[in-house]
């Protein structure tokens, strides 16, 4: 059994964590549910009776609210022009990215089809739906359905 789970990490009541995740700095509510292969990163938050599928990524600016659904292999960015090194030519560092580092909010009862990726600075609404494989570009309004490659809406959720 292998997980790492930081100090500063905050667990809610009942938190199912699976082996082999990566947690540090983040905070995770009552009743949900943390597949294997998972890493969340410090500063991301996690409502209550979420489930967060296997070999998922939240990076730092993620909020998901209550009753997500993460489906397996959903990657989160938070930098939509990532860089190697600086203006320098060094490895960047965490100061060297923050004025591009974009938040993204995923809204209550919100569902996230496995292998899709959003982009930083998202919000999906409330109750939307994502796609498999969908990479979405720019916010989902709530209850809707949207999928592709970019991410259109498709039609009102049911």
């Known amino acids: 059994m292998l997980k790492k789970i930081g100090n500063d990490v905050k ?8 082996d082999f995740v990566n947690l540090y700095g ?3 509510g009552d009743n949900t549910k943390v597949g294997a ?4 990163q410090k500063g991301v938050k996690i409502g209550k009776n979420c489930k967060i599928s296997s070999h998922s990524f939240l990076c730092t600016g993620v909020e998901i609210e209550d009753g997500v659904f993460i489906g397996h292999n959903v990657t989160f960015i938070n930098d939509n022009y ?4 600086n203006y320098d030519g060094e490895i960047e ?7 591009r580092f ?4 995923v809204r209550r009862g919100a569902s996230i089809g496995s292998s899709a990726t959003i982009l930083g600075g998202i919000t999906i609404g409330e109750g939307a739906v994502i796609g498999a494989g969908a990479v979405v570009t720019k916010d989902v309004e709530p209850h809707t359905i949207a999928a592709g490659v970019p991410a259109r ?5 049911e």
């Open 93 to 99: 560092k965490e100061t060297d990215w923050q004025d």
């Open 26 to 28: 983040c905070e995770i």
């Open 37 to 40: 292969f998972v890493e969340i």
């Open 102 to 105: 974009k938040k993204t909010s």
């Open 153 to 157: 809406v498709l039609r009102k959720a």
């Open 82 to 85: 990532p860089h190697s090194v």
């Open 11 to 18: 667990l809610g009541e009942n938190v199912t964590v699976h």
